[in-house]
């Protein structure tokens, strides 16, 4: 079933549950430019481990008032999307997501069919680069800061971290055979500690050392 929104809705952003083929939905913001449209579509997600509450909303309220509707969704398993266990990574769960949020976009009678953007940052600038050249449903793509080569990424951890975080990667994955519970990691840290984003940067996320 496809969920639509009126097109003579007053609100500024609405949330919507998108189905999937998993029956895990994906909570989406809309947020709606003025006037009935068709208008063009900002389709958008945030970077590793992170929700469209972690700092989404300045952009996608920017588009909106340009005359775009921007589409803000968490990922499944992450954020307010369905899905079980929840926050682990998927690439290729990640991109169907995308390319869920495009179709429906698509069908909704407010938006341009053939004025639908992709936009992503950090991790999600990998999938959008993907989506670029094999989404010929895309009139464009925007990848903010994208990660364009993983092994590079890693090469910049330090050794005793990449080391412990490819131990625990093998494990988790030869956990999941048998049906073991997911191994977690932080997403930020401070330099030194054990987490995929350990960058001076992670002082601001978790504060003074205690």
């Known amino acids: 079933m496809t969920m639509t ?31 009935g449209g068709p208008h063009p579509a900002v389709v958008m997600a945030h970077g590793i481990g992170a929700i469209k509450a972690g700092g ?7 588009f909106r008032e340009e005359g775009f509707a921007a589409i803000a969704f968490d990922y499944r398993n992450f954020g307010g999307s369905g899905g079980q266990p929840r926050e682990v990574l998927s690439v290729p ?27 992503g940052t950090s991790f999600a600038g990998m999938h959008v680069v993907e989506l670029a050249v094999s989404d010929t449903r895309l009139a464009a793509a925007v990848a903010q800061a994208p ?18 975080l490819f131990g625990l990667a093998l494990l988790d994955r030869l956990g999941s055979l048998f ?16 987490s995929i984003g350990a960058t001076p940067d992670g ?8």
Not at 147 to 164: E, F, H, V
Not at 179 to 194: A, C, E, K, S, T
């Open 56 to 62: 989404l909303s300045p952009f996608a309220e920017r």
């Open 203 to 210: 002082r601001q996320v978790l504060g003074p050392p205690q």
């Open 147 to 164: 990660l364009t080569d993983g092994l590079a990424a890693a090469m910049m951890s330090p050794l005793k971290n990449g080391i412990r």
């Open 93 to 119: 769960r990640q991109r169907a997501d995308y390319s869920t949020v495009i179709g429906w976009a698509i069908a909704q009678p407010y938006i341009d069919p053939h004025q639908i953007i992709a936009w």
């Open 5 to 35: 929104i009126p097109n003579n809705s007053s609100a500024k952003r609405i949330t919507v549950q998108i189905p999937t083929a998993s029956d895990d939905a994906i909570e989406a913001w809309v947020y709606l430019p003025e006037g």
């Open 179 to 194: 049906g073991r519970q997911p191994i977690y990691i932080p997403g930020h840290g401070r330099p030194g500690d054990l």
